[in-house]
């Protein structure tokens, strides 16, 4: 028989699952010992003594203990976070073979659902009537992947904007093609919503609105240097409806092309109400 002794720098006091119904906000409180959230949908605003932290799905906060923390908006309705309290043992000096582990107090956690599969198996856990080291284990478990998740972001960020600089690529090539946030997103094999969110982070605008613009830039090209009728123009520049092509035109422009029944336009623009 293999007998081991297992001395832990923590201990764990509880943890749960917070599933927001839309009322109320963290109450205002100074803890004892150490919290670790991580949130798995929506956004949750705290601050931490003159910290403001806003933390959303896939991203982990620590809070430390004797120093005050409060909500300081309500709980959005699609809010769902893990939430685990815990001490830390005091140590007079390093452990033989020890190696150490550095905590982010703010970051996005680079496996998420591997981290919330340890918060529900910590969940699992703790409803067992007799306690075990288990829980000590899953938390050194959740905080490791906090751990190696520092720097994460930045790198993801980097990532992130080369696939936005692609898109941008691939819309000035193929404007005039049926083109969509889901195609861009299956040329690029990645997902669509990710796409859109890291083109809107990189440009300051969405995908459509990326097209839209290629599109005009285009037909206004067309019509100040080419004999072509308005139909042909908007088929040209990437449009199937004559009569949305002028309403994005018009959009971006601050200019409507003339009106016609598929006559030739000449370089004649007519200046229209809206302004962008």
Known sequence: MLELSIALPIKVQNGGLFISRGVGRHPARKLTSWEIIFVE????TIQEENTLFEV???ESLLLWPARRHVGTEDF???LRFYWLHFEVEAQSSPLPHAFPVAIEQHCCVRDAQYVIALF???LSEQEKLQRSVALEMILLL???QVSISSGYE???DEAGAAMAWKAKQLIRTQFHLPLSTSQLAKALHCNADYLGRVFRRTFHLTLTEAIHRQRVRAAEKLLLNDSAS????ATRCGFNDVGYFRQIFSKHTGLRPPSGNGGTVRSILIPGDHCP
């Not at 949908?41 to 949750?44: I, N, R, S």
């Not at 308005?230 to 123009?233: D, I, R, S, Y």
């Open 142 to 144: 959740i905080l490791q």
């Open 76 to 78: 959005p309705a699609d």
């Open 230 to 233: 308005l139909t042909e123009v």
């Open 154 to 156: 930045d790198r993801a």
């Open 41 to 44: 949908k929506g956004t949750l």
């Open 56 to 58: 959303k799905a896939g």
């Open 120 to 122: 529900r198996q910590f």
